[in-house]
C-alpha cells in the first residue's frame, strides 16, 4: 500500500438554517492513499460535495463541521489556521469544481489568471511563470497555447475552460485533485477526454485523485475504490470491481440496475430508483433509503444499521447483512 495521504473519520457537516440543522455529512469515515482513484458517488444532495469542500475546509455559513476528523498526511486539518491552509490548498490539495466559469474570472485573460495561479504559488518571475503556463496547457491538450492566454474566458468552450481550470489545478502540483462532476456540463466526447487526461495525470504524476459524480459508469471505468454515499451516509464502500459484480446495498442495486446497458446493439431501458432522497432536515432515525427499499423490514425504520464488514476490504450500512458480516465501526 502507498503512503495514507488522507484520513477523515465520523465526519459530520451540518448547516445550520432558520428551518433548522441540514445534516448534510452524517458521519463519513474513509482514507486515501497516494497515486489511488477513489470515486465517490451519489444522487445530488447526498452529501458528496459538502464532503469535498469539508476537506478543504471551504464550508461557509450558514455551514460548519460539527464533529470528526480530518487528518492530512498525519496532522489534524481542522486544527489549522486559514493561512496554512491556503498553502494546503493549491499546493497540495487541489479541487476542479463543476463549473469552470465560476472559478475564471470572465474580464480578465486567461494568461493573467494562470500566471498569477502559478506566482502565488511558485517563486518565479513573470517570463517563467510565461514558459511554465504554456507548457501547463499544453499537457492538458491545449493546441496554440500561446494564442489561448490571450483570450478571455468567454472565447473558449467548455471543454477548453474545463481543461484551463485543470491546468490551474496542476500547476503546482498537488497530491491530491478532488474533482467534483468534472465533466457534468460537458458533452460526451469532451467528457471521456477530460476523464482520460485526469487518468493520464495521475499515471504521471503519481496524484491521488478523488473523483466525485453522479455516474456510477464513470467510476467503474476511472477509479480502483469507491464510496456509494445516500442521505449524509455512506451505503457501501470498497473495490469498484467487486462491488460492480456484486453489490452488497439495496442502493447500489439500483444504481447498477439505472446505468444504460447495450443489448442486441439497442440501448436497453433504465430502471430508475423510484422515490426521492430523504429530507436532511429531518433524516431519518433509521436507514435512509427505508422509503425506497424493496427490502425493506420493520427494523429499518427504527434503528439506523451499523457499518458491516461484508469482504476482505468491503463494507455496507445494511441491516441485511448483520448476521453474515463483521460489525465495523458505526457512524452515529
Ligand atoms: Fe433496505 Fe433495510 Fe438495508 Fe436500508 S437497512 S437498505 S431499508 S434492507
Known amino acids: 500500500m502507498t503512503e495514507k495521504l488522507l484520513e477523515v473519520d465520523r465526519l459530520k457537516t451540518s448547516f445550520f438554517t432558520g428551518a433548522g440543522e441540514v445534516q448534510a455529512v452524517r458521519g463519513v469515515s474513509f482514507s486515501l492513499h497516494k497515486g489511488q482513484v477513489y470515486g465517490i458517488v451519489g444522487e445530488s444532495g447526498s452529501g458528496k460535495s459538502v464532503m469535498a469542500k469539508s476537506i478543504m475546509s471551504l464550508i461557509q455559513r ?87 492566454l490571450k483570450q478571455y474566458p468567454h472565447e473558449l468552450s467548455g471543454g477548453m475552460k474545463q481543461r484551463i481550470m485543470i491546468a490551474m489545478s496542476i500547476s503546482c502540483q498537488p497530491d491530491l485533485l478532488i474533482a467534483d462532476e468534472p465533466t457534468t456540463a460537458l458533452d460526451v466526447t469532451i467528457q471521456a477526454q477530460i476523464l482520460e487526461l485526469i487518468n493520464d495525470l495521475k499515471t504521471k504524476e503519481n496524484m491521488a485523485v478523488m473523483l466525485i ?25 470498497g473495490p469498484v470491481k467487486e462491488i460492480f459484480q456484486n453489490p452488497k446495498h439495496p442502493y447500489t442495486e439500483g444504481l447498477l440496475r439505472s446505468l444504460p446497458k447495450q443489448l442486441n446493439g439497442a440501448k436497453e431501458r433504465l430502471v430508475p430508483i423510484q422515490g426521492s432522497p430523504p429530507d436532511l432536515l429531518h433524516p431519518p432515525q433509521g436507514c435512509p433509503f427505508v422509503d425506497r427499499c424493496p427490502y425493506a423490514m420493520e427494523k429499518c425504520k427504527e434503528e439506523l444499521p451499523s457499518f458491516i464488514q461484508v469482504g476482505e476490504d468491503r463494507h455496507t450500512l445494511c441491516w441485511l447483512h448483520e448476521d453474515k458480516g463483521k460489525e465495523g465501526e458505526h457512524h452515529e
Open 62 to 148: 450558514p455551514g460548519r463541521i460539527v464533529s470528526g476528523t480530518i487528518e492530512w498526511r498525519g496532522e489534524d486539518l481542522l486544527a489549522k489556521k486559514e493561512k496554512e491552509l491556503q498553502g494546503i490548498r493549491g499546493n497540495e490539495i487541489a479541487l476542479i469544481s463543476q463549473d469552470p466559469m465560476s472559478a475564471l474570472n470572465p474580464v480578465v485573460r486567461i494568461g493573467k489568471q494562470l500566471l498569477e495561479v502559478i506566482r502565488r504559488h511558485q517563486k518565479v518571475g513573470k517570463r517563467q511563470a510565461e514558459a511554465i503556463a504554456i507548457e501547463l496547457l499544453r499537457r492538458v491538450g491545449i493546441s496554440s497555447p500561446e494564442e489561448r
Open 213 to 237: 459524480t453522479h455516474d456510477l459508469g464513470v467510476v467503474a471505468e476511472n477509479c480502483e475504490r469507491v464510496m456509494v454515499m445516500y442521505g449524509g451516509l455512506i451505503m457501501e464502500e
